[in-house]
């Protein structure tokens, strides 16, 4: 992924669609002509710039948008599948890396990819044999995972062409967004309801990552978003990230059965590999566990309550070598740790090894339109659902 080149502001973009490069700029930025006579700015404040990112299939156009602060911290979101394609931050020595998995083209994402920084809808995670009922009705879900429907279905969000269009800019430049709009279709998947979905990316000038969800639906259905970023603090293809050091505020996870659904049972962490109530490298124990007939960590852990989960990290991950560190900050009840035991190293997956990155998907519970017990994630015509999940990056 190459770095974000000099921002050169040529215009203010409010327009959905608006295809041409452009850019908004906070108002501090100091303005002078440029040999054309549009205005050029040297940028100050959180900005955003967009630029074409090739056609799917179908040519239909996609655009990047590169969200950048004074910080170094450059976040790039392409609006096929809503999608983080990198995030560039400097580690201790202000050397800046790349800290997620990606493509560096369109055409790995089109493909079968691994979800690789999308958005995950219109059902994160899976549900069993893909069946529930609903207000007493029986609806089936496309089946894509063993025997089970997972992240949607066959075609989820992340495949999808969202409409985006840059944020109203921060007079201040403390912040720069995207928002990203994508309907989903009543039967869309065997899903219920047309629901609309907005998602907004706020990059601040305090490192911080921010993604605001909401979606409603015309009709009782069911909802569960996520976001499907792969971390390497490190830097991607920098190898496995065993001895990066994770903290999960969870004292305890959901057991699942040999493919991966909840068994019900909300049980203890203390004591076993799955504890990562105290900082401890992601490599420790992770040959203990069974992710799936894989070794490694594909699990749901139960995030302890907290009075404000915006301000009480749910998880929190360190690389020693570089100093880079995660927090991630969520009202979402669940966070799946996913050690990325599938990965293959093929061209399919980035060339990207098993373990070469972990995934903290907030979300809510696996299978939980089947388990009552679990928080609802029904989602009612008159009740938007919202989500808020704050990702702030720092070193030491
Ligand atoms: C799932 C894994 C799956 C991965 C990529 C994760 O959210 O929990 O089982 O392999 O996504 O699809």
Redesign the pocket.
Known sequence: MRAVRPFVFICVAACLGCEQESVTAPKSSTAKKTAKGADASEATGVRIQSEPFGETKEGLPITRYLLANDRGMTVSIINYGATVTSIELPDREKKVANVVLGFPTLDGYLGKD??FGCI?GRY??RIAKGKFTLNGKSYTLAIN?GPNH??GGLKSFSDAVWSARPTEPDPEGKTAGVELMYESRDGEEGYPGTVKTTVVYTLSDANELRIDYRAVSDKPTIINLTS?IYWNLKGAGTGPVFNEVLMLNADKFLPVDGT?IPTGELKPVKGTPMDFTSPKPIGARLNEVD??GVKGY?HCYVLNPRTDPLKQAAARAEDPESGRILEIFTTEPGI?L?SG??LTGKPEDGGFKPYSAF?L?CQHFPDSPNRPEFPSTVLEPNKPYTQTTIHHFSVK
């Open positions: 691994p979800y995950v994160a995670n995972d997972m992240h499907h991966l992710g799936g594909d799946q996913y035991n599938q995934c998907e």
